[in-house]
Nanobody, 127 residues
Framework: QVQLVESGGGSVQTGGSLRLSCVAS????????MGWFRQAPGKEREGVAI????????RYVDSVKGRFTISRDNFENTLSLQMNSLNPEDTAMYYC????????????????????WGQGTQVTVSS
């Protein structure tokens, strides 16, 4: 049974940093898309950053480019998101997600592509 468990959320002031982590169990990172998504109250869930675990290629939503960095450790079965220069618009529940096996890098920032989801971790940025 695949489980994704996030940690690392919290409250920071504008300009601060947080690092989110996601541990995958029942699931070996190999040829998969994994990523971070977020959902603010009253808004749709959006893709923040994704990676193809085989090659390490990454994609980011424009609003976080240059501020957020996604990384994975296939040996430790973990996915991380380093978030710097946070602003109030980054306030949301952040979710870790993963697809089934992908034989090529077809990873997209589309929530509907991802079959497995964690419970989420809250990030709040105050001005």
């Amino acid at each position: 049974q695949v489980q994704l468990v996030e940690s690392g959320g919290g409250s920071v002031q504008t300009g601060g940093s947080l690092r989110l982590s996601c541990v995958a169990s029942g699931y070996s990172l190999g040829n998969h898309c994994m990523g971070w998504f977020r959902q603010a109250p009253g808004k749709e869930r959006e893709g923040v950053a994704i990676t193809y675990t085989r090659s390490g290629t990454t994609r980011y939503v424009d609003s976080v480019k240059g501020r957020f960095t996604i990384s994975r450790d296939n040996f430790e079965n973990t996915l991380s998101l380093q978030m710097n220069s946070l602003n109030p618009e980054d306030t949301a529940m952040y979710y870790c997600a993963a697809t089934g096996v992908k034989t090529s890098d077809s990873c997209r920032l589309l929530p509907t592509q991802y079959a497995y989801w964690g419970q989420g971790t809250q990030v709040t940025v105050s001005s």
